[in-house]
């Protein structure tokens, strides 16, 4: 059973990023934590309001829903700032100042919309079943548990760039 926190009680001071490290992969990762009543959650399951769907793109995953609730949006912008400003005061990448962190911070959200990615076969409970996500059709009404598992570190060229590494837990047509 996976627990999720209701967008609105969504708490920063109760997230913790661990220090990064090298996973079986070799990528450079640091897991998020939900520290909650003397619980301690890996990662950050977030019961998200219900958004329309703007766009969804089944070869790359992308789906991009509208930013339609302004309480969500508020907290998971501030979630992302609280992430770019860990990274600063940590000092994982030297030399970079808060605003260029927060350039190589692939975001989650931006003010008019909210990208996540998943599977085209990801299942979507309905009123008449299930169905796959890439049948859904634009304007659809989606809700979500959005899973934060952390923060992955990549170069590219040379040049780091930050991604939130997230998955879909449950979809609700």
Wanted: proline share 8%; aromatic share 6%; with cysteine.
């Amino acid at each position: 059973m996976l627990l999720a926190v209701p967008y609105e009680t969504i708490e920063l001071a109760k997230l913790q990023i661990e220090p990064f490290h090298t996973d079986r992969r070799q990528r450079r990762i640091a897991p998020l934590l939900y520290k909650d009543a003397g619980l301690t959650f890996t990662g950050c399951s977030i019961l998200c309001p219900p958004l329309p769907i703007s766009h969804y793109d089944p070869v790359s995953n992308r789906l991009k829903l509208e930013m339609t609730n302004r309480v969500f949006g508020l907290r998971l912008y501030a979630m992302q700032d609280y992430l770019a400003n860990h990274l600063f005061t940590s000092r994982v990448i030297p030399d970079l100042s808060l605003r260029e962190i927060h350039g190589i911070l692939q975001k989650l959200y931006l003010p008019s919309s909210l990208t996540v990615y998943a599977y085209p076969t990801t299942p979507v409970q309905t009123n008449s079943g299930l169905k796959d996500l890439a049948s859904l059709e634009p304007g659809s009404s989606l809700r979500m548990v959005l899973r934060i598992h952390g923060l992955l570190l990549l170069e590219n060229r040379g040049a780091p760039h930050v991604r939130i590494q997230h998955s879909i837990v449950a979809l609700n047509a």
